[in-house]
């Protein structure tokens, strides 16, 4: 843009910056906005949206709600709320997090937003990545010390001699030849303060046959986090790894199957009957080859599954493999889900789905008494799906993490 412009987008820095406090303040008052307080309901107009401590104390029509004399009035006229995003598959891989314990809080800071808080997300579900970086940086952002989601991690086990290609060869990986070292794997992960599970049911070895992770030794896996209440993803590779994922008792699948056009009626029953979560990742296959043609099929099987899992009657959840790919606008993820579902499902994957999934109740909803996880958009979803992608601020705990 010109240097005669300057003037004029300083002044709107000013203004956005007066409009949207930094974190801190205890009472907020979000004014005029359209206010969707799920998926499933009728989005109030002119609406106010009240949080203290964290929580979300009043919603309701602007002229039902009694602002206190303290609130910090946020004037969201021609903006739209809903609940904080999750995004339920990403990776804190990138070398931006290295040393994250030490690294300089404004660099963090920096890089969570564009990777993260800049698009919504007020929880994240990394799975797979350096423990000590992660956990690290977890404790940063619980602190308050780095503005950012609420962090959930997932411990990774690959089938024996199961290295995927596009991982480096040098990176030493936790590979099970047996139950036995699957189950060690996994108490020894839980107990370092993890929260789930993946497992690598099919691991891509390139021009070599795909090696699938044994259902016996997914069980062992699954039955120990279980044990604790914890949940377990997988990463399948083909039709075969879904299976032995979901017979040994799996969760949730963290990709959709780009090689396979559909499910088969015998696995959407499968699915059903345990409750099977999935998480789509649709944009993921655009990444990984270059031929239009050949990225075509594979987002039309995706697509296709999407669907399949969708009617079926599933819950999807949102999940873009982001730190794995570095396409971090969400656009892209929200026009191809939209081959497949409503808007309105779109925003429950990335709200209500999970947070009933993951057992969160006071999150998912703009609800009174549940947590001030908000996310205030520049333009209504429902008019675009695009704009779930157009985010103005994004609100943790009643603490602003994001502002444009």
Known sequence: MSRRYSAVLGLLVVIFLTAFPAAGQQTLAFVSATVYSSPAAVPLSDAVVLTSGGVITAVGKRSEVKIPKDA?????KGKTIVAGFWN???HLTEAAWNDAANAPAAAVEKHMQEMLTRW???TVWD????????????????????PGPRILLAGDIFPKNGHPVYLPTEMQLPEAATPDEAAKMARDDLKMGLDAMKLFTGAYMGDKPVINMDTAIVKAAVDVAHSQGKPVFAHPQNGTGADNAVIGGVDILAHTLPGENDYTSEELSRFKSQ???LIPTLTLWTTVVSDPAIVARLEQNGTNQLKSFSTNG???LFGTDVGFITIYDTSQEYELMHRALSVNE???SLTTNPAAYFKAAKKGRVEKGFDADLVILDADPAADVRNLAKVACTVRADQIIYQK
């Open 314 to 316: 599933g819950p999807v």
């Open 127 to 146: 799975l797979g990545s350096d423990e000590n970086n992660s956990l690290a940086l977890r404790r940063r952002v619980e602190s308050g010390e780095v």
């Open 346 to 348: 779109i925003l429950a």
């Open 88 to 90: 339920s598959h990403i």
């Open 275 to 277: 409750h099977t979560a």
């Open 72 to 76: 910090r009035v946020i004037d969201c």
């Open 120 to 122: 919504g997300f007020t």
